[in-house]
């Protein structure tokens, strides 16, 4: 931490930021110039709280040096990683796109979705079984009958399952039927929900909250790295802004930004980043254009009729023309969407 | 819900859409102008996502017209909510004052704490036994011993407890020390804490997301208001903006808005509102000048020392200074702040 | 203007809005519903200012139905504007790229980046001869000198010519040397520069202001269009957000938005949405994968000595390395991204 | 500055840092420690563009110690400046009122306004004979009649002037009916505008920018002030935020971090702060309970019937109502609001 005394500070104040700075376990190297001093600090804890020097009498400002995570930042781990779930993994040069609909709602639905996404290319299914809705009166999901006809209708098509654990008491169950545990935007910082996470050992997709900064959200990825669980893909799924066309304004700069910060990998969520049917396919292309490692999408074979988020879920023939899309787009930076996980087997990884 | 047709649009699409909304429950009004059809629809579901139709072909703009919130609305309950809790209440004439420390940390700590507060007079304790950090090795407070030492301090003064419980499986044991429940701001849509939080019967004190809107944060009101506990009392504490001066923003304007769109008490947090001790006696007496029907505000004995957010508590002197400058406030907008509530015992409320 | 009246409504207040609604020049049609009575009124003036009625006892809410906006708005007309000058043109086929340093600095620098540019494949060489600057010390631009170097470079090149004008008293002198006149972000709003921009036949590239919604930009937008000048160029270059890591957070998802609301062509800044360079690349890659009409990008022979904007500007190599990957990308979207102006010139458009 | 290098940062990066820092003209000291090197640098051009270190290989970040405004900071000045006219001061014990109406319509009109706001208390009168329009079909303002109309009517209330001045080419005009030159938000970083102001010696007052920081607000001080002229007033009119309920968020902690950061007095405008009628006086009365050295609001004799802005206008019967509260909320902070500026005449300042 580097504290920059104000210019009419008094010798004695810089003395007392000194004896606080020490009491508080730091080294403390002094530069006295013509207009002010400034202290540099080092040591002491990671999680000190600068504003505790910020508010000392002639202090003019405090600015911390080291990022208040560690697990999740490049610093400690230089090499990217990729996470892996069966055969597949995502962070490495294949883009995996996820697809399915917002909730399970019926055997039909979600095994004419499987196929769908399947056909189409994607390699794990995504669905709902447990909905966090902002209003108490909404569809609230199928629980433990969701995840199982979600898991057959996966089976049978050869994909993964993703699906939201919304609170500790579910992580034991949704474990039992998914490949991946989506944390939501309201829960990313459910800090109980996270450290539990940190105790099991399946992949953990962490969505960026609302209104969360890019630290925040890599803070959040540490409570579970720090509890063991080293499988964390991060999901950029819009932030709120000022703007209100959008239900929320996807951050496609959160992709680049976090690959250089974090050996973590990114995916996109291009249907709760825009809300909107007819914008997931341009910001789709968009975060594979700016290097995401994958999508979440939801895709519903009748969102006319879909239980939730039928109005930002697409059609099983825009999915079709969107992958179609991305397979153009994804080699421009060497990158590639495979086409059937069924065929893939054969190969290895 | 009023629907907005494209100028464009064919008679068959306007068709469409009536026949989706039939079906889906509603009543049709439609009027036909020289530009564009508008079509009202009434009855339905209350949390109908407007959006499914907003993406069907013609439909230029969908407006709702009823606030998907009822039981915390002025429509529903047109005379304004008191919450009580002994002999206080909050909503009333009072502009009731709740301090303390951030932490609970020691005997010594909250005894003083508490005996700071109630001298300049603090109706309520309050103090976090069990604390939400954005790093996982930040202080996490001391359980149950914390809420003990608490419950100890508050009554040897004649004090109530305000503290937080940020996990469904926290409910029951904080219930037992506590006269309020505070939900962080982190948690304010944690849906499963909320639908426990509305089964019991203790007092919630519901804070504001970060990025909520105050249409949000009634809606979280409504998941603990439709379990059928009526006692919540709102908090306003800062939301997100660009600005980075403050820790946060603290929209003083929620205040009135929530007067006039519900019925629920609103209290004002600056502490947490902006994050910066010298900007909490300003912020608190603009609260109460707004209308603010209460203040919780962060005072510890000695903040440069305490375990966390000490920045942002203030010195028992500034809270004695702040409550005089507050007594001389609120009259001007009818409200009263009482000095002493061991005397005001004896006169009833 | 759809006008909710509040449950409680008394039959007078719904007669005293009718009676206002009358007055303001609008026709009114009365639906009388179990709970509330909802009022629509069509006619009146474009530009009413609907809180007039929003204020009015026993009003719930105002709805607008129409945008404020009319020249820009694809109800006005549905088919796109392409914007030309001289042989190119934007909003048809092929993706524009403008390119080049922030500031004119010298004769060998405007032609160093004229010739890297055009190599690449841009067509139009953007460059500042009048900075805005948020600090007064910063350096402020060559005027009339920089756009004469400007210009002579471009024509070695057969390039085109984008510059800022910053002040009505510029337009005429910027206009003698430019092809396209840029209004910066924190112009968007200047109406007297807007209005003057109207009455000249020069296309104008209107970037978004930093906070600007859509709405406004587009309203902005008519200014100019109401005036006669119907080649305007909309330009995405980042609005800000609570994110502090980049400079600015580009909304990618405005150029699918744009588009539908508006005939007018949209091109977009990632230099300024991103103020990073090595984010300027994968932005870049997105907006034309999200649809993007256009690229302005600053490039620099030598960014560290750039007078400006430095950290923002990329290398003349990794520009050619960008158009290299949007050729690849381009024809995802059935656009194309042409080699050579000088060739070109021979084919015609 | 200080720049913090990568933990993996090789020496010749380091000495490549610390030669680009020579050459810029700073004085470089280094601390080598375990993890990493910092580099302090000072001396060098206070409006530096610090990202041009920042994309440096090696480098982690760097952190500004100065603020990049000087004449604005209290640095510079530390005792509070007050702005005069006439009899008044802005800044002393005595919060100054500014009222009525948004536009100047006819004499009737801003007569009635002159003596109702007089008659409560205010000191200048406002209103604008040039009015910024988001759209162009709005009313744009009576000119040259408006001032001149203005100016009588305060004149014959012993009230002074405040007005608009939309660009360079009205200052003279305006300036010679006017008091007090209003820069709107729209034009706080109209560079040529502020530049402008700066030659002349009428008092300015600089509204922040709807989504300017406040070191962006007084950096576009600084414009004026480095102008020489030293007579500016600040003045808080809300920001743009996610919220919509209100048409801005009124960032009333802005008003206490100015006056730490600024020696320049701060006024605020809670008739756009909020843009409702209703939230007016409570949003008033915080501001002056946060220490508000001043308000400017909008007052109308027939609100309903104005041109611009009327949903936002209180009732002369309102400000009567306001004023009296204000009286019993200025004394809580040592601030006094006098009655009668012509009783007050007699007394001198």
Known sequence: MVVVM???????????VIAQLVEKGFDVHRSTGQLRSVLGAVGGNRSFDTRLIEVMDGVHEVLRITEPYKLASRTFKPERTTVSFGEFRVGGDEVIVMAGPCSVETDAQISASAAAVRKAGAKVLRGGAFKPRSSPYSFQGLGEEGLRMMRAAADAEGLKVASEVMDVSQIELVARYAD????????????TLLRELG??????LLKRGISATIEEWLLSAEYVLSGGNTDVILCERGIRTFESYTRNTMD?????????????????????????RDKVTPMARAAVAAGADGLIIEVHPDPDKALSDGAQSIFPSQF????????????????SICLDPVARRGWGT
Do not use: W
Request: charged letters at 20%.
């Open 180 to 191: 991946i545990l989506q944390v939501g935007a309201r829960n990313m910082q459910n800090y």
């Open 320 to 335: 079709d023309r969107l992958m179609a899309e991305l397979r153009i787009i994804a080699p421009a930076i060497g990158r």
């Open 252 to 276: 496609i700069s959160a992709i680049p930004v976090v690959q250089k910060l974090s050996h973590l990998p990114i995916v996109a969520d291009p249907s709760h980043g825009t809300g909107l």
């Open 6 to 16: 104000e210019e009419r500070a008094s010798e004695e104040q810089v003395q007392h």
């Open 199 to 204: 105790k099991i050992r399946t992949p953990v």
